[in-house]
Structures are given as C-alpha cells and as structure tokens.
C-alpha cells in the first residue's frame, strides 16, 4: 500500500477550492497519520518551542520522544540547570506536576495524553486545562505552585502545523540552558524510540479562565473596577476577533459578559477557516467592518493569535500596532498610573518609547529578540521591575503579569487606559506625537548567497559595527547623519542624532538579512535601506 505525501494532502486541505463538508476525508488523512506514524524526525527546541507539520513531522509517537527527552533534563539535572528549571530535585518536580493544555488546532487533547503519560508514568501530578491561551499556563504554573508547563501550540503559525511549548516553574518562556537539552535529548532519542502504549490518564481538570482571572487579579496590574465601569456605559463597542483560537469566551469571562462585546470568530475551526491567524491588517477586516459603522464614543477592537500571546488593535479609525500600543502603555503606566519600574522592549522595536522615556527620565532596557530576554525585569524579585515589555510582533506583557506574551493584558491594560484617560486609543496617540514627536517604522531585507547561512552572517553583520561607531557620520540619501548610539546586542543596530535607526539583523537559518528602520520623515526609509545594504556591503 502506498505511504500518503501528508504535505500533500495539506496542500489539497489548504487550496481555496478546498470544502470543509466535501473534503473532510483530507482532515482525516492527516489525523490518522499524526495518530499511527511511526516516521522519526529532527527536533529543533528554540524559545518558542518546536514545531512541525502534523501527520509528517508533528505525530504523537514523536511527541512521545520530547515528553521523554523533557523528562530525561529532570532525571540527569545538576545544580546550575536545576536552577533554570525552578526546582530542587525530580522529587520536587513529581510533587508539584506539570500543567498541560492546547489551543484549538487538530489533536490537541490527543498530544498532551501523550505527554501527560509519560509525566504520570514518572510519578509526576498532572494538570489539564484543556483549551489554554499561552499567558493562562503561566498563571497556573503560579496560582498551582506546579513545577512545568507544557503548551501544546505553534503559536500564530498556519493550520498545517503544531508545536510544542515548554515553560519551567517561573511561568516564563525557557531560555537556552534548557530548549538547547530538549533538543539535543528528543533527537538522540528519535531514532531508536518505539512507540509505548498509553496507560491510564489520571489528570486532574482544571479551569485556566478562573485561574488566570484569579491571578490577575491577586497581581493587581489590571484595575478591573474601572474597566467594568467603562463597559458599563451605553457608549461604548468592543469588538473581538479570535480568529478561532483558544482566547475565545476569555473576553466575556473576564469582563462579565458586558452588553458591548462583539466576539468574531469564535466557531471551532482547526483549519482558521485557509487563513494565516496571525494579528495582521488583513485579518482585521471584520473588526473594521464593525467599528466603522460604530457611532459610540468609545471604540475598541482587538485581533488576538490562536493561543493568545500576540494583540493588534483597530479604534474606529486607525489599525493601532504593538510599536505604537507599547509606547502608549508606557506613558500611561508612568504619568497615570505613577508607577516606577523601567520600560523593557527588544532591539526591532520601535525607539518612539524610548523617546518617551528620555524625556520622562525612566530607563530602557533593549533586549535581543525574544521574549525571553525580558525575564529579569519581569520575575517576582525583580529590581527594577518593567512596567511594560513589548516586542514589534505584536507581543506585550506588564508590571507583575505573565512572564509570558499575553494578548488579554494587553486588552485589559487597553480598556484600563481608556476607562481613566477618557481617551480611544487614536486619540492618546495622537498627544504623544504632539508632544515627542512621530517616528515611522518599516522593515525590509535582501538575500545573500546560500554558503553564508550561519556563523558565516553573523560575522559579516558584526563586522558593520566598525564603519558605525560614534560620531562617525553615514550618507543617508543626501543627507549625512552622525551616529550617537551603537548596540550590538542582536544585529548591529544604529541609532542617528535625529532619533532615527537602521537595525541590520542576520537571518540564523536563511540566506537573508532582515533590515528594520525608523525615521521621522516616511520618505527616508528607502534611502535608510540603501544604506544599510551599503553597509552590509562595504
């Protein structure tokens, strides 16, 4: 009997003539090859977990070797990565057992039985949330005192896909120390691994929306009293699309079920209905749709990712992105709220924050990319701590939350800045521009040849940073600009005496260099690009 191509079959699954009720013999394809495959594959555990195509990459007997390899990090620790992982001892982990749950995709709840058996088999308590946004494993890890997560999701990825998220007992993201031993454990593993039949899967249920409004609420970031007040008013529409993903009824829960919610997208689809579900400006159409026909007051629209960790916002007249939402919670945090902490954010992200917190003498901290690297500013003991850590992909967390992207903090930190400020979002953005003035970010790149992938990029981008010192002065366009500032902590980043920046970022596994730029007239970023690329090829 032939083997079935399963990228094959998705590509049928995910054609524009493909019919949910027609075609649904295709779905069932790939499920059952995600269920029986015994193919092995590579493993490639980074920050934001691993991911693979399900059915030929992303099967449960190969999630059956990274339970294994998770578990192997416990069983041979020492003290320096015990120490990573939150824990004391294997015991420490048994006793207080890892939290699993899943987003919306297909064979969610069948992956993590296969993780919760092995962790059950260990001797380790287990907790099941089933359909969990990101931040929602965080809380529990902190509400349940539990050692662990495991997130069974790609994050924003397309519907052909499937991943696998590891957080260790601060709630965060883990950090190399650890993703660097899954890898190296669920490949060694691979080959020779035969598929072990399931026992008995004594989980224990749990419900992750009252945990995560419990915890919310114990951390008191969000002022939920002024919230409900705002909601509370005839003025006011607030549209949510969920792009059919695990953040619906998130919304409704937290808030009461306020009269003014409008939830989108909200029907169980695994296949997002052949969009890419992500917070983009394409995707935002339906909320557009609502808002503009709006005559309330207050306006707000949200698009969150399938598992809740990435936010956009639409006001009834502007598409509001993290660069400029970030920036806006800043100011809001430190001149309203008066609360005292530093502004973290990563190197890509638009310096109008940065500008912001210049002139209201509070410190930044630029990361590399990934979320990750804002875990010092965001755990408990932190000093200082962030009042808001954003990242340009349309990720935010703030003072005392998640160590996590969290899409509902950003909606509720949202709704808290217009209950006080009396002001939609558009309308404070448009202060902070009267006030600091406005920058424009845009992105762009170019390939080079294949033989530089990997260390041979990473070079060659660092060696940049001696034709950008400070004080030396660069053609951009005709203008020259002098460079006050130089970090080389992701990329070689370039910061003018004008505010403006070049970011030159190499790709680590393609030919490419990503350029980011930011200027405070629109029209240089073609020239800001030229020159990056000159510089690149100096």
Same mark, same amino acid.
């Given at each position: 009997?032939?083997?079935?191509?399963?990228?094959?079959?998705?590509?049928?699954?995910? !054609?524009?003539?493909?019919?949910?009720?027609?075609?649904?013999?295709?779905?069932?394809?790939?499920?059952?090859?995600?269920?029986?495959?015994?193919?092995? @594959?590579? #493993?490639?555990?980074?920050?934001?977990?691993?991911?693979?195509?399900?059915?030929?990459?992303?099967?449960?007997?190969?999630?059956?070797?990274?339970?294994?390899?998770?578990?192997?990090?416990?069983?041979?620790?020492?003290?320096?990565? *015990? +120490?990573?992982?939150?824990?004391?001892?294997? +015991?420490?982990?048994?006793?207080?057992?890892?939290?699993?749950?899943?987003?919306?995709?297909? /064979?969610?709840?069948?992956?993590?039985?296969?993780?919760?058996?092995?962790?059950?088999?260990?001797?380790?308590?287990?907790?099941?949330?089933?359909?969990?946004?990101?931040?929602?494993?965080?809380?529990?890890?902190?509400?349940?005192? !539990?050692?662990?997560?495991?997130?069974?999701?790609?994050?924003?990825?397309?519907?052909?896909?499937?991943?696998?998220?590891?957080?260790?007992?601060?709630?965060?993201?883990?950090?190399?120390?650890?993703?660097?031993?899954?890898?190296?454990?669920?490949?060694?593993?691979?080959?020779?691994? #035969?598929? =072990?039949?399931?026992?008995?899967?004594?989980?224990?249920?749990?419900?992750?929306?009252?945990?995560?409004?419990?915890?919310? +609420?114990?951390?008191?970031?969000?002022?939920?009293?002024?919230?409900?007040?705002?909601?509370?008013?005839?003025?006011?529409?607030?549209?949510?699309?969920?792009?059919?993903?695990?953040?619906?009824?998130?919304?409704?829960?937290?808030?009461?079920?306020?009269?003014?919610?409008?939830?989108?997208?909200?029907?169980?689809?695994?296949?997002?209905?052949?969009? !890419?579900?992500?917070?983009?400006?394409?995707?935002?159409?339906?909320?557009?749709?609502?808002?503009?026909?709006?005559?309330?007051?207050?306006?707000?629209?949200?698009?969150?990712?399938?598992?809740?960790?990435?936010?956009?916002?639409?006001?009834?007249?502007?598409?509001?992105?993290?660069?400029?939402?970030?920036?806006?919670?800043?100011?809001?945090?430190?001149?309203?709220?008066? =609360?005292?902490?530093?502004?973290?954010?990563?190197?890509? @992200?638009?310096?109008?924050?940065?500008?912001?917190?210049?002139?209201?003498?509070?410190?930044?901290?630029?990361?590399?990319?990934?979320?990750?690297?804002?875990?010092?500013? /965001?755990?408990?003991?932190?000093?200082?701590?962030?009042?808001? !850590?954003?990242?340009?992909?349309?990720?935010?967390?703030?003072?005392?939350?998640?160590?996590?992207?969290?899409?509902? *903090?950003? /909606?509720?930190?949202?709704?808290?800045?217009?209950?006080?400020?009396?002001?939609?979002?558009?309308?404070?953005?448009?202060?902070?521009?009267?006030?600091?003035?406005?920058?424009?970010?845009?992105?762009?790149? *170019?390939?080079?040849?294949?033989?530089?992938?990997?260390?041979? /990029?990473?070079?060659?981008?660092?060696?940049?940073?001696?034709?950008?010192?400070?004080?030396?002065?660069?053609?951009?366009?005709?203008?020259?600009?002098?460079?006050?500032?130089?970090?080389?902590?992701?990329?070689?980043?370039?910061?003018?005496?004008?505010?403006?920046?070049?970011?030159?970022?190499?790709?680590?596994?393609?030919?490419?260099?990503?350029?980011?730029?930011?200027?405070?007239?629109? =029209? +240089?970023?073609?020239?800001?690009?030229?020159?990056?690329?000159?510089?690149? *090829?100096?």
């Amino acid at each position: 009997m032939p083997t079935i191509n399963i990228s094959k079959v998705w590509k049928q699954i995910q !054609a524009p003539d493909f019919n949910p009720a027609r075609d649904a013999n295709l779905v069932e394809q790939v499920k059952k090859a995600a269920i029986s495959s015994t193919k092995p @594959t590579k #493993v490639s555990f980074g920050t934001s977990g691993w991911r693979g195509e399900i059915g030929s990459e992303f099967t449960l007997r190969n999630i059956q070797v990274v339970a294994k390899a998770i578990l192997q990090i416990y069983k041979e620790a020492d003290a320096q990565t *015990f +120490e990573a992982l939150g824990v004391s001892s294997f +015991e420490e982990l048994q006793v207080k057992g890892i939290v699993l749950g899943h987003d919306n995709r297909l /064979l969610g709840k069948e992956f993590c039985e296969v993780v919760a058996d092995q962790f059950i088999k260990a001797g380790v308590k287990a907790y099941y949330g089933g359909e969990m946004p990101t931040p929602e494993f965080s809380a529990a890890i902190e509400l349940l005192g !539990a050692a662990c997560s495991v997130n069974i999701t790609p994050s924003h990825n397309p519907s052909h896909y499937n991943g696998i998220k590891f957080n260790p007992a601060d709630g965060g993201p883990a950090g190399p120390e650890i993703t660097d031993k899954i890898t190296a454990n669920s490949n060694a593993l691979m080959k020779a691994h #035969v598929w =072990e039949k399931l026992g008995n899967i004594n989980w224990e249920i749990i419900d992750p929306v009252k945990i995560y409004k419990s915890f919310s +609420e114990k951390q008191g970031t969000i002022k939920y009293g002024r919230i409900l007040s705002l909601l509370s008013k005839e003025s006011i529409d607030l549209v949510c699309d969920h792009v059919h993903g695990s953040t619906r009824g998130r919304p409704a829960a937290l808030l009461n079920n306020p009269q003014c919610l409008t939830s989108l997208r909200t029907e169980n689809d695994p296949l997002f209905g052949g969009i !890419a579900p992500e917070p983009s400006s394409k995707n935002l159409a339906g909320i557009k749709q609502v808002l503009d026909a709006s005559k309330s007051h207050f306006r707000l629209g949200a698009i969150l990712d399938p598992d809740g960790d990435r936010i956009r916002f639409y006001d009834g007249t502007r598409e509001i992105d993290m660069n400029s939402f970030g920036a806006i919670a800043f100011h809001y945090m430190v001149t309203w709220r008066k =609360e005292e902490g530093v502004l973290a954010k990563s190197v890509a @992200t638009s310096n109008f924050a940065n500008i912001i917190a210049s002139k209201l003498n509070v410190s930044v901290m630029e990361t590399p990319v990934g979320f990750k690297n804002f875990r010092p500013w /965001l755990k408990r003991n932190a000093t200082p701590k962030a009042l808001i !850590a954003f990242e340009e992909s349309d990720g935010i967390t703030g003072l005392n939350n998640t160590l996590e992207k969290d899409a509902m *903090f950003g /909606l509720l930190i949202a709704l808290e800045i217009m209950a006080v400020t009396g002001k939609n979002l558009g309308e404070y953005l448009d202060l902070l521009y009267a006030e600091y003035g406005r920058l424009y970010p845009e992105r762009s790149g *170019f390939e080079v040849e294949k033989s530089l992938v990997g260390e041979p /990029l990473l070079v060659r981008v660092a060696e940049i940073a001696n034709s950008a010192e400070p004080g030396t002065k660069i053609s951009i366009g005709k203008k020259s600009k002098t460079v006050c500032e130089l970090l080389t902590l992701d990329g070689v980043k370039i910061i003018f005496d004008d505010d403006s920046w070049i970011l030159i970022r190499p790709s680590g596994t393609e030919p490419k260099v990503r350029i980011y730029a930011e200027c405070r007239d629109p =029209e +240089e970023k073609d020239e800001m690009f030229a020159a990056a690329k000159d510089l690149f *090829f100096k």
